[in-house]
């Protein structure tokens, strides 16, 4: 467990370190940010005026190199766009994004084990085969043109959701009801898939011998089996759901990370790019590291 | 067994502690909230005025707006012209603009100019007071437009260039005194023509910092700042006994909604009261009886521009007879009917409104002649005499319509017989590519359509606009025609009206009538959907800005 910490940990640092490298450069081609921020009609010394207070003339190597200690020392730099630290930035945004995400996959999560049980305790009769056309259409239907309609029937036909905001309960059902839905499209089959797997097994065929129901088999034999290939998709959409929630946040004006990336993009917001892309790099090593511990937790099989 | 126990243990801790993560303060709102009082009582989370009351739907007028572009409430570090509306509430000028776009007094209740335009006197009035109580003085503007004349002052930098002293004379006035004659001296302290005129509040700067006036601005505005939830809405509330305009709505609630459909469904379902509407809904906005449209005539301007135009580089653009061909072959007024369902019409001059004193009633806009325009493109030998007869079309979608507007003009030119490529950039992108001095080969011979506040005839001698004009300005056209800077400098440093008003149309006509660097294309109103709610809104076009004042929201009558 301690070489799994410790392997993990320098993974990480590895990880971040070149993903900030990647983007301190990357963005650094995307233009020069002034003309966001210096009026057009402004002296040409006031451009040169908030270059050079915001370091940006400066060699790019050793703009990276004052950015590495800042990050060493908590200092995420000062937002282009707020004038404050862009720490305080994504703090007061990111807590959006785990809501939504969050409630996101809990009842994605929820739905595909009920919708995958419910498929193979019934495989291959009129349900299941409902559910699988249902998987079909949830996987192909774009998620923004499925929000759209929806708030246009919710909120304005019948007027009984918001259509946008993070007030209370109710401004989370269509973000998240329809993201979660088109998800468990997603997970069902494949949770489906291992199940039908596991009942061709031989500890199956003794349960069966021994006179253990089906259901019983299914629910406590089966689907406990059948996790681990699950876990690791649920790991990499919960990191997808973290990081790209854009349209969603765009749709449903929810302020958290993913609409703000997109802004501190369109206004070349350097340090807020580069400290969304530490916190979303830091987010998916997490959220890997878990899904790896839980793996090891469920199949004893699993060493660390 | 023990090991199995453990990481069965081990999972249900991790377990727990992921939903915790995912579902901690559901319900509950984020301490993302900047407030400038704790007006919340413990066991609520309602938000509630200074006066104790809690913002109802009656009193309340909710507004969504694209995006605020930035979180920064002062006028310090940044201009109106990016804030588009938001601050707008919260600050008085000392000078203003009426609709007839005449400057007139606000915070300053005179003002005088000297003989040779280099000192300004405000006298300013009594009773104005700050949000906090306290009234404004002479100390508090000298404060301010010295606090604009400093380096980290990005829009104060034209101020800068001439800022030589402010003095205090008695009670209450102030002269500010600049190094050279500016003739324009009056509309530096103008609000949209200028931030200058922004009174800031000394002793609350001074004791809480600039950074927390960032966040908790004060001002003289009819509107007090609230709070502000980061990313999603800033909230206003009126200012009972403004001297001014006391607001009919006792809140004002701005929503930062990205996508326009959504902000469609608000206003349909009821969550918000007034939008900018996108002329693609005016007609299901129309037949909507619960909704009703507020015109601001004529406030903003859509032009073409040619970039490079003075370097042969085998460009098409890079020919006059071509740039002419191009402006007759536009039908501006078919685009003010049918593209802007009548609510534009054709302009002469791109940036110059029709509404100065300057503005001779007999410029009017290019008649649409595609035989003209197919006589020049065939005197100028297009194509086979251009290296490069693709024209390279940019346009930016920051705006709903300037992609469709930019097709449809297009579509014009290739009636005509012009290859035309459109290339689509964000605003930032487009602006370093192509109004600066030093161009990359990509940007010779490039065309861009635009959007922009209208600015009056004589505005084209002011020290902003001379960086496009003008060869050696920061954005400028990269024309070489130096005549075009000695006029500059002529009816800049001219105290006459009537000879600056001379060399402002001697720069007019030779850009846009001989060199057709610039067309025009329409004037557009800009198109308010209101709910039922609100009634009149007293909004006018005023010149260089985009911003527009809430304030004057009136409610309907019952």
């Given at each position: 467990m301690t070489r799994f910490v410790i392997k993990k940990l320098y993974q990480s640092i590895i990880t971040i370190f070149i993903a900030t490298l990647l983007i301190f450069v990357v963005i650094r081609l995307m233009g020069d940010p002034s003309v966001v921020y210096v009026p057009q009609t402004a002296e040409p010394e006031a451009k040169q005026e908030f270059i050079t207070r915001m370091g940006l003339d400066k060699p790019v190597a050793e703009q990276f190199v004052m950015y590495i200690v800042g990050l060493l020392h908590g200092d995420?730099?000062?937002?282009?766009?707020?004038?404050?630290?862009?720490?305080?930035?994504?703090?007061?945004?990111?807590?959006?994004?785990?809501?939504?995400?969050?409630?996101?996959?809990?009842?994605?999560?929820?739905?595909?084990?009920?919708?995958?049980?419910?498929?193979?305790?019934?495989?291959?009769?009129?349900?299941?085969?409902i559910l699988m056309l249902f998987y079909s259409v949830g996987q192909s239907t774009p998620m923004f043109l499925l929000m759209i309609v929806a708030i246009h029937i919710f909120s304005v036909k019948l007027g009984v959701l918001p259509a946008s905001g993070m007030e209370g309960i109710s401004s989370y059902i269509l973000p998240v009801g329809i993201s979660s839905i088109l998800l468990s499209t997603i997970l069902a089959p494949i949770l489906r898939a291992s199940m039908l797997d596991s009942l061709k097994c031989d500890y199956v065929k003794m349960a069966r011998l021994k006179g253990v129901g089906e259901k019983t088999i299914v629910v406590k034999h089966c689907l406990i089996n059948s996790i681990p290939p699950m876990l690791s998709m649920i790991s990499v959409m919960f990191a997808s759901q973290l990081t790209g929630t854009l349209i969603v946040e765009s749709i449903f004006a929810w302020p958290g990370i993913g609409f703000l990336a997109y802004q501190s993009i369109m206004q070349r917001d350097f340090p807020a790019i580069q400290g969304l892309v530490i916190v979303m790099t830091a987010m998916v090593i997490i959220v890997n590291i878990v899904a790896d511990l839980i793996q090891a937790a469920i199949d004893p099989r699993i060493r660390l | 067994m023990k090991k199995i126990k453990f990481k069965r243990s081990l999972l249900a801790l991790i377990l727990t502690t992921v939903l915790a993560v995912s579902f901690v303060g559901c319900g509950s709102k984020t301490e993302s909230k900047n407030s400038v009082s704790s007006n919340k009582s413990e066991n609520s989370k309602e938000t509630k005025g200074e006066t104790g009351d809690v913002p109802s739907d009656d009193d309340t007028v909710v507004i969504a707006i694209t995006g605020f572009n930035t979180e920064d409430l002062s006028p310090i570090s940044t201009d109106f012209f990016t804030k588009d509306n938001v601050v707008h509430p919260l600050f008085d000028s000392l000078l203003d603009i009426d609709e007839d776009r005449n400057i007139v007094p606000e915070i300053a209740e005179s003002y005088e100019v000297n003989k040779d335009y280099t000192q300004i006197t405000f006298v300013i009035r009594d009773g104005v007071k700050f949000h906090d109580g306290s009234d404004v003085t002479a100390e508090d503007v000298k404060y301010s437009i010295e606090r604009y004349a400093k380096d980290d002052c990005a829009w104060g930098s034209s101020l800068r260039v001439l800022f030589d002293k402010v003095e205090i004379e008695g009670d209450n006035k102030v002269t500010v005194s600049f190094k050279s004659s500016e003739p324009q001296i009056v509309q530096y302290f103008t609000a949209h023509y200028n931030t200058l005129g922004v009174v800031l509040p000394k002793d609350y700067i001074e004791k809480v910092g600039e950074e927390e006036f960032r966040k908790h601005p004060i001002g003289t505005g009819p509107y007090k700042f609230l709070e502000s939830e980061s990313g999603s809405s800033i909230t206003f509330?009126?200012?009972?006994?403004?001297?001014?305009?006391?607001?009919?709505?006792?809140?004002?609630?701005?929503?930062?909604?990205?996508?326009?459909?959504?902000?469609?469904?608000?206003?349909?379902?009821?969550?918000?009261?007034?939008i900018q509407a996108s002329f693609d809904d005016l007609d299901s906005l129309e037949s909507d009886s619960n909704i009703h449209l507020l015109d601001i005539k004529g406030e903003r301007m859509s032009g073409i521009y040619f970039q490079g135009t003075w370097k042969d580089t085998g460009e098409a653009t890079q020919n006059v007879k071509v740039r002419e061909a191009i402006d007759y072959a536009i039908n501006r007024q078919?685009?003010?009917?049918?593209?802007?369902?009548?609510?534009?019409?054709?302009?002469?001059?791109?940036?110059?409104?029709?509404?100065?004193?300057?503005?001779?009633?007999?410029?009017?806009?290019?008649?649409?002649n595609p035989e003209k325009a197919k006589e020049l493109l065939k005197e100028a030998g297009y194509p086979d005499a251009f290296e490069k007869p693709t024209i390279r079309f940019y346009t930016q979608p920051e705006r709903a319509y300037q992609i469709k507007l930019t097709e449809l003009v297009a579509s014009y030119l290739q009636a005509v017989g012009l290859q035309v490529e459109i290339i689509q950039h964000d605003t930032a992108t487009l602006e370093n590519l192509l109004l600066v001095q030093d161009l990359t080969d990509e940007a010779y011979g490039a065309m861009g359509l635009q959007t922009s506040p209208v600015l009056t005839s004589d505005g084209i001698l002011s020290r902003s606009q001379y960086n496009f004009y003008a060869t050696d300005g920061s954005e400028t056209l990269n024309h070489t025609d130096k005549e075009i800077d000695e006029w500059y400098k002529k009816g800049r440093a001219?105290?006459?009206?009537?000879?600056?008003?001379?060399?402002?149309?001697?720069?007019?006509?030779?850009?846009?009538?001989?060199?057709?660097?610039?067309?025009?294309l329409n004037y557009i109103d800009t198109i308010w959907a209101a709910s039922s709610k609100v009634g009149d809104w007293d909004a006018y076009n005023k010149p260089g800005s985009f911003a527009l004042t809430y304030s004057s929201i009136t409610k309907a009558d019952k």
């Open positions: 995420l730099g000062e937002s282009f766009s707020t004038k404050g630290p862009v720490s305080e930035l994504i703090g007061s945004r990111l807590p959006n994004t785990l809501k939504l995400a969050g409630a996101t996959m809990f009842f994605a999560i929820l739905l595909a084990f009920i919708e995958g049980l419910l498929s193979v305790i019934y495989r291959n009769k009129f349900l299941d085969k | 509330e009126a200012v009972e006994d403004h001297w001014r305009l006391v607001p009919e709505f006792k809140f004002l609630k701005i929503l930062e909604v990205a996508d326009g459909s959504t902000r469609l469904s608000m206003l349909r379902g009821g969550q918000v009261d007034l078919e685009i003010a009917d049918e593209f802007f369902s009548g609510y534009a019409k054709p302009e002469k001059y791109w940036k110059v409104s029709d509404a100065g004193e300057n503005w001779d009633p007999s410029w009017k806009a290019t008649e649409y001219s105290l006459d009206v009537n000879e600056r008003n001379e060399y402002d149309n001697k720069i007019l006509h030779r850009i846009n009538d001989e060199n057709k660097l610039f067309l025009g």
